[in-house]
Structure formats: C-alpha cells, structure tokens
C-alpha cells in the first residue's frame, strides 16, 4: 500500500477531530481509522511505492517578536522544506515580495525571479530527507501566500483597504484561518462521503466478483471493499451539511469584514425536465451552475466538477420508492448565497417502459401527435456480449468494444401516441457556450420533428446542438397505455 495515501487519511482525520463542527455531528459513531480509509480506496494488499522526500511539518527558530518574520520562515520551511532563520533576510524578502504582491502590475513572473533567487540563497539548508530542493514554480506559489496574509504586509494591506476604518485585522484574520480549516475539511469530507465516487468503488467490485472467475483471498478482499465502502458512505454523509453551514457563516462573516460588496447568488440550470417518471426509482439528474459552488441534494453533498468557462456540473443518481417526491437541489457559493430548484419525481412500478427507435413523427388533422417506433432491446454487461456473438455481430469468444449492444432483429414496430403533456428530454451538446458539454434539453413534439427532418437546425432554432441522428434511440415511459415521457439514451 502506498503510505503517501494512509498519511494522507491521517492528516485528514486529524483536521476533522480539530474542527469544532466535527464532533458536533459525529457524537453517534466512531471515525474511521486510516487504514479503514486506505481499505477503501485502495484495498488492502497494493504494493508498496518507495515514498518521494516529505517535508515535515514545524517551526523555526526565529524569533517571534515580529510574526511577519516568522509567519513567513514557517510558511517557507513547512511548504518548501527550506529553514531561512535569518530575520534581517526576512526583512528584505518581504519588502521584496510585498513590492511585487502590492505592485500595480501584479505579474508572476518577478515573483517567479525572486523565488528563485530565494531558493539559490537557501541551497544549503533544505531539510527534505534527500536534500532535494523545491521547484520555482512551488517557491512563488509559497511567496504568494505570504504576500495574502495581511501581516506580511501591514501597510501595504492597510492602503487597500482606506475608507475601510472599522476593519478589524485581527478579527480579519481570525476568521480567515477559521475559514480556511473548515474549507479543508469539508473539502475532504465531502470528497469521501461522494455519493457518485464511493458508489463507483461499489459497483466495480460487485462487478469484478459478478463477473470475473475469482474466488478465495480475492473474493474476500473484494467483499470487503464493498462492505467497508459502504458502512463509511452512509456515515460520512450526515457530516457534510453541517460543515457547510458553518463554512457559510464563516464566508457571510469574512466577506463582511473585508467590506466587500454584494455577491449574487448562483444561477442553477437543470438538464432535462421538471417532472420525471420512473418504474423502478433509479433516477439520473444532471445541470450546471454559473459560478463554483458546493451542490447538494435533499442536505447530502453531490459530485460537482468545474469547466473552464467556470461553470459548475453535478451529476447524481437517486434511489426512490414509489409515490410522488419532490427532489430540491441546492448550489451555495463562497460568500453564502444559495439557490434551490426543485424537480417532481413520480415512481410508479406499474409503468410501462419500451425501448427502439424513432422511425416517424406526423401531427394528425386534429393536431395530436403519433409516433411510429422499431422496438429494440438495450443490453449491457455479459448480457450484451452473448447477444452479439448470438446475432452475428461478433465472433465467438470475442469481447465488445463498448459495455453495450443494442438487439434489433425484426422489423417489428409500435404505434403510440403523444400529446402536449408528454415530456420530451433530447441529449444536448453545449460545447463552447458556458455551460456543459453534454446535457439532457426538453423539447415539444414539434421541435423533435423538426431535427429528425433536418438535425443541423438545432443550433439555429434551439440554441445546442443536437448529439443525436435520426432515428433517434429513446425509452419510451407509458402510463395506462399514454406516452408520458419521451427519454433520448446517450450513446457515446
């Protein structure tokens, strides 16, 4: 196992116990150990890796009678590994730094010159466990966090902050370190309690022993990843929605004393429709937010990545039982402001579901609507390989290219028809226009008969583009015999 991860879990459960918010919402259960942790992410017999040189976190020997000096010496010896204690070179370094942080150009690269002056100064006092020495690169980024901290640079700061004269520093900074140990740990806990991440540690392993000829130690070794995985995703996700109350207190309170101004709130856009229907209670959401945001579902947190346009997505998978649910998604950004949307989730066992393609769309005289659809089956797994092989369409003994094989043998088609209320979800492609690249996008009977006479037109008169090509490959969703939803099926 690589111990890089199981320090890794060590500092984290250790940042945990630290946070007050911690204790406040794990009083019920015991934290995990760090080799519970290592269990889970990597199991428990991975090789050991030969371990690069740690810098070890601690303290200079430099005076404390001025903290600029030796809040700046600790940042360089805990960040870089290299132990300057000389404190009249501190003051010149931080005259320096602080010429170029507080410039009006603000450019990296004199930071970068300077870094790498520093770090020719300080070749000799490396105490990385093979002498090694920081890159530049890592050494201006060092600088930079000196030159943010408001006590590097106590005039400098004070400059930028005139008309500002009820700021108070200390509580400034307080809040700052506050906010930031509460970042960190919601950060990692949130990223250990992701519902998308844990339940793919979950699915791979029930498919290695679903399918996969093993038995014995690597059974075992399998199960217990699920187990473990399992009992700790339940347990983590209670933490997280307390933490993030906290850390928006924290971000209100901290914005407040830097005295900056209002900040909207995040914009949620939702892929696919407002109301979804389901047999079975497994159900997708997707969307995206206009600016970096924490997401969360019901209070639990979701996985959410940021594009480069600095828009934020979130997939999530949920599990319902039947009836009728409203499902609330929630963005908060960094100072506090949150936005909720909500989505009608309808699970009914008794639904019927169909599979095929989209051959035709006609409008009738009275203006209803009918489609004509070659039924199909979508297979995945071992399933879909046997079938293939079955049909012809791949050798015996060989495997498939991609995890899915649709089966289409006759010629056999279905009639249905659909009205106004039926909900139509297409797979969008937004590529290039602030938002994802990939995305469900509701549309009306007359629009999805309109691409599948002339697919380029999407982008015209929609606004996306179109991923999919006639005939389109849907599952149809009928209630009592109605079409109720229409659902496009990604294909990659």
Known sequence: MDNRYK???????????????????STQRVAPSPDDMALIYLGPEEEPTEIPPNVV???????????RLSNAASVWVNQLGLVQDDPEEWRRRLEAICDVGYGPSQSSTPMLDLARDFIDMDTDLSVRSDGSLPSPE????SLWMIVADPRSCPERFKSTTEGLDD???????????ALEKLIEVRNA?????????????IEQNESVLRLADISGAEARRR???????REYREAELGAVPALQDRIALLQVR????????????????????????????????SGWVDQPVVVTIHGAAVFVYTDPSGASGFPAELSLDPGTHTVTITATNDAGKSSSVEITVIVDPNLDVEFGFITEISQESDGTWTLTSDDAEWLTGEEARIAAIEDGELP??????RDFYIRNIDAATSQFNISSATIITLQAHWAGSGGPGIIEETVDANALAMLMENPGSAEEQLGWSWMGWPPPIVWLTLDDGVVVQIAEQYVP
Do not use: K
């Open 189 to 201: 806990v949130t990223i250990a309690a992701d519902t998308w991440f844990l339940d793919m540690v």
């Open 254 to 285: 901290y914005r407040e004393l830097l005295g900056e101004t209002e900040v909207a709130p995040p914009v949620i856009t939702l892929g696919g429709a407002a109301t979804i229907y389901s047999q079975t209670g497994a159900v997708s959401l």
């Open 396 to 401: 015996e003994g060989s495997e498939l290219g």
């Open 57 to 67: 976190t601690t303290t200079t020997a430099l005076s404390a009678e001025d903290i």
């Open 223 to 229: 199960q217990a990843i699920i187990d473990s995985t």
């Open 7 to 25: 320090e890794g879990f060590e500092r984290l459960l250790a940042d945990m116990d630290a946070a007050p918010s911690w204790r406040d919402v």
């Open 167 to 177: 700021v108070d520093v200390a509580a400034l900074q307080a809040a700052e370190d």
């Open 138 to 141: 890592e050494a201006a980024e």
